[in-house]
């Protein structure tokens, strides 16, 4: 990212739509978790249902803005592809955290009870440690963000499929899959934020390494094995820090390397020239 780029209004309004977005998601997902005054602890089909509800509508709303990342896991598992800068990426993720520290401070000081840690916060179930809660998130981590990866590759072959309703299918799947073993968090942000509130931090790291780890193994094995443009030369690009799109294009167009190439630095010198 340049520095031009950085301070164009388009990249700030990006910025503030994954702060609201990520607010919006979380103070979501801890209100659809909070049981009433005298009611039962809720279950996970509530959360199941209003994170998948509320991610579809977040990427109506700032889908075209910013992406709707409103998640540390899909930003960074973005990063590991290549996707995103690493400028834009630390940005996203210090918003995320912020936008879902300010949803569970309003919601905390909304909520009639002070005693929300029970519910706000993700913590290990006392039936599994900290290994088995740590799989269960990489493994809801990993469906989440591939499904992410696979609706945005139809997307560039300009598929009609409602992508956003898949990718909300696939949150709420996750969080049927693994709200009863670890809480399903695979959001870093969503445990960050009340956790800061309550001062709860135990096996907090869990929580962080387990959806980034299945976030970033869903994203590189789409993008490298199972992607319409997957290559060994796109593989060989991303980890020797080379221009990945260039050796895409080879690849979807069929023609060769050299080619693409110059035609990409061709483009380049025409859009100087136009900005001279």
């Not at 990993?142 to 898949?166: H, K, W, Y």
């Not at 976030?215 to 789409?222: E, M, P, T």
């Amino acid at each position: 990212m340049t520095w031009r780029e950085l301070r164009s209004r388009q990249f700030w309004r990006a910025v503030l739509a994954e702060l609201l977005g990520t607010l919006v998601l979380v103070s979501t997902v801890l209100g659809s978790s909070m049981p009433g005054p005298g009611e039962a602890p809720v279950g996970t089909m509530y959360p199941a249902v209003a994170v998948g509800v509320v991610i579809v509508a977040l990427g109506h709303c700032f889908g075209e803005i910013s992406g709707a990342q409103v998640n540390p896991t899909v930003t960074l598992s973005l990063l590991a592809t290549r996707k995103v800068d690493l400028l834009k990426a630390l940005f996203y993720v210090a918003v995320q955290c912020l936008g879902a520290s300010l949803a569970a401070g309003a919601l905390y000081l909304a909520l009639p009870l002070k005693t929300p840690a029970d519910h706000f916060v993700n913590r290990v179930p006392i039936e599994s440690n900290a290994a088995q809660a740590l799989g269960i998130e990489v493994l809801c981590a990993f469906q989440m963000v591939f499904t992410i990866f696979s609706v945005e590759d139809q997307r560039r072959r300009e598929c009609t499929e409602p992508g956003n309703l898949a990718i909300g299918l696939a949150h709420t799947a996750s969080v049927l899959l693994g709200g009863r073993f670890s809480g399903a968090c695979m959001n870093p942000a969503r445990a960050l934020g009340p956790a800061i509130i309550t001062g709860f931090w135990e096996n907090h790291w869990v929580f962080w390494i387990g959806p980034v780890l299945g976030g970033v193994l869903a994203g590189v094995s789409h993008e490298f094995f199972f992607a319409r443009s997957a290559s060994r030369q796109k593989l060989v690009a991303c980890l020797t820090c080379k221009d990945i799109e260039i050796v895409e294009t080879a690849s979807m167009t069929g023609s060769s390397l050299s080619t693409v190439t110059q035609n990409a630095m061709r483009a380049k010198q025409a859009n100087k020239q136009d900005n001279n």
